[in-house]
């Protein structure tokens, strides 16, 4: 027996929602589903790249396949919770998603360079069965899958925290159909761990909902319908591409939270904020764009990124403008 859904192989097309989009296909939504076991939830998703950031480069290249990894947490990033390391992966515009669950300790202690088994042995979860599934056969062979991933791209770290707000529903009839809208998007590009929230700042506007459809086959009669009526058109949106590209357009999101907000008034030790960070608000504020940032020292995880002028007017930034969409 199961207590949660390890492996995915799905479609997953992403709405950017207005108010007054998002309110006519929610009430649609909600008379045909039902709220999903996660319901609404805060989303904390840490993902992981290496120190040139070549998983999400790649990505924005839009290849025929990509992959990412990522560990998240539905709500607070206590020790104790239900925590999920994932390996996303997409092929042909079909999504596989596969996954293991154990504590947040655990998920720690795994991803620090300690054995998953071990891992899940010492920090074990608190429902039996959710236990007893992190140490199942087929757990241990996605673990390993997930060991594979980690040694092939060698030097992995943190590089993007994601959080959220989600609303997350399922259709009580049994089928694949998962739609979920996602508001209040904020990033940190500094952050090491899912409670590192200092530095957060929007993706997307005030108001605006990204909501995503997942299913395994066509859309029902009734979805099309209500999409069609208000006007919602998929588009790309990914939010560490998103997140990322935002580095090279403008200032780091960081450094703009930094200008807008004290240290002193968020009460949260800002790291990397100096001279160079007092430098790049200026200059940003007089040119709309920043020339070339060293990244903040993230405890010597990665240090001295480069982001200069080229960069910011290299090919992703053309084929996002071109297309208005972000990868």
């Known amino acids: ?26 009430a649609a939504v909600e008379e045909r589903l039902e709220l999903s076991e996660f319901g609404f939830s805060t989303v904390r998703s840490l993902y992981f790249d290496t120190p040139e950031y070549g998983l999400i480069e790649r990505s924005l290249d839009k290849p025929l396949y990509k992959e ?7 709500g607070e990033p206590a020790d104790d919770a239900q925590a999920f390391v994932e390996i996303k992966k997409k092929f042909k515009r079909i999504v596989y998603k596969r996954r293991v669950s154990m504590t947040l300790a655990a998920a720690r202690a795994y991803l620090s360079g300690e054995s ?15 236990a007893e599934q992190s140490l199942s056969g087929r757990s241990i062979q996605i673990a390993h899958e997930i060991d594979f991933f980690r040694e092939r791209y060698g030097r992995l770290a943190p590089s993007m925290l994601v959080v959220c707000d989600r ?62 009526a208000a006007h919602a058109y998929p588009q790309s949106f990914s939010k560490y591409g998103t997140a990322y590209l935002s580095l090279l357009g403008g200032a780091p999101l960081a ?21 160079s ?11 709309g764009r920043h ?6 020292d993230r405890g010597g995880a990665v240090v001295g990124r480069q982001v200069g002028a080229k960069a910011i007017r290299g090919r992703h930034a053309r084929v996002n403008e071109r297309s208005g969409t972000c990868a």
Not at 7 to 18: C, D, G, P, Q, S
Not at 116 to 130: G, H, I, K, S, V
Not at 190 to 197: E, I, P, Y
Not at 291 to 296: E, H, R
């Open 167 to 228: 609303s997350a529903y399922a259709d009580p009839s049994g089928s694949e159909l998962r739609i979920t809208f996602d508001t209040g998007i904020s990033a940190d590009p500094n952050a090491k761990a899912l409670a590192d929230s200092c530095g957060l700042a929007p993706l997307i506007g005030p108001g605006e909902v990204i909501m995503e459809i997942k299913n395994a086959g066509p859309l029902p009669s009734w979805l099309a319908a209500e999409l069609s």
């Open 116 to 130: 998953y088994e071990r891992a899940c042995a010492a920090n074990p979860l608190a429902d039996p069965l959710a």
């Open 1 to 26: 027996m199961t207590t949660f859904s390890d492996v995915f192989a799905r479609k997953e097309m992403k709405y950017r929602l207005k108010p007054g989009q998002h309110s006519r296909v929610l």
């Open 277 to 287: 960070v007092a430098r790049l608000a200026q200059e940003y504020g007089k040119s």
């Open 291 to 296: 020339t070339g940032v060293a990244d903040v």
């Open 68 to 74: 990412k990894l990522r560990l998240r947490v539905y």
């Open 255 to 275: 450094v703009r939270s930094q200008v807008a907000v004290s240290a002193s008034e968020r009460g949260c030790a800002v790291r990397g904020a100096g001279p």
